[in-house]
């Protein structure tokens, strides 16, 4: 029995040591990313399904925590939502960030990257794409009339919105049917459908930044810009049909000379 019993106590202080150092493997300085499954994985900043890979991303706490994003500026703007919820992360706690390649999908660690921010449509509303192939990255900036970025210049370009609008479409209709904003606020649209049709809807007036991608049942999405051009003959226009489903106001600049003459 003291045969076995000295036996024992080795294999006891290796089980612990072992789980001791596990926690420090799992955010090691080399982590992996972690794989993203669409229509089940949730971006932990806007809570929408992370169904685009094109435009994922991702972050590793040094403790191992893996927190997935639909896009890589919400992986950004997650730090504001943590410290306003108190939820106990930031920056200095990440060993990792990683994101997609826009062509083949596969992961790259941010230090490696070249990011582009073009006149696209992204499931955000950031323009903002990533690249493996720098030279990629420099053509898809000429051909979208982009610019060249680091992954520290990202952090520059969120700034908070001052109106965050909720749109719903229903049979062709949208409610509310007026956004009303200020001139040069800052705006996120959210836009989703209340019934089984598929829509591709623009700003007339703001197409070159306010185009959403494809909306339907459960997959809400987001546009964000700036609105610099005031005015009330802005509308939600659904580009299938050419059918107006709202209208988007912009008031203030030049916008209450407009409104006397009504």
Not at 13 to 41: A, M, Q
Not at 87 to 93: C, F, N, Q, V
Not at 196 to 214: M, P, W
């Amino acid at each position: 029995m003291g045969n076995v019993a000295k036996h024992i106590r080795p294999l006891g202080i290796l089980l612990v040591l072992f789980f001791l150092v596990l926690p420090g493997c799992r955010g090691s300085k080399n982590p992996e990313p972690v794989d993203i499954y669409p229509e089940e994985d949730v971006c932990e900043t806007c809570r929408m399904l992370i169904t685009d890979q094109r435009f994922a991303a991702e972050f590793i706490t040094k403790k191992g925590k893996v927190k997935k994003f639909d896009d890589p500026i919400c992986m950004i703007r997650y730090f504001d939502l943590s410290r306003k919820l108190h939820l106990g992360i930031t920056p200095d706690d990440v060993v990792a960030y990683f994101v997609k390649d826009y062509y083949d999908k596969t992961w790259i660690n941010v230090k490696k990257a070249t990011f582009v921010r073009a006149n696209i449509v992204t499931v955000m509303g950031f323009g903002v794409a990533c690249f493996r192939d720098r030279g990629k990255a420099v053509a898809f900036a000429k051909e979208h009339n982009g610019t060249i970025l680091k992954f520290d210049d990202l952090w520059g370009l969120y700034k908070e919105a001052n109106v965050v609008a909720r749109i719903v479409i229903k049979n062709g209709k949208m409610f509310p049917h007026v956004v009303e904003v200020q001139f040069n606020d800052i705006v996120e649209v959210v836009a989703e459908t209340a019934d089984n049709k598929i829509y591709h809807i623009t700003i007339k007036g703001y197409e070159d930044v306010a185009t959403f991608d494809e909306i339907k049942r459960g997959h809400p999405r987001q546009i964000r810009f700036t609105a610099d051009r005031p005015g009330k003959d802005f509308a939600f226009i659904d580009m299938d049909t050419g059918k107006v489903l709202g209208k988007f106001w912009v008031k203030g600049g030049h916008f209450k000379e407009e409104e006397k003459k009504l």
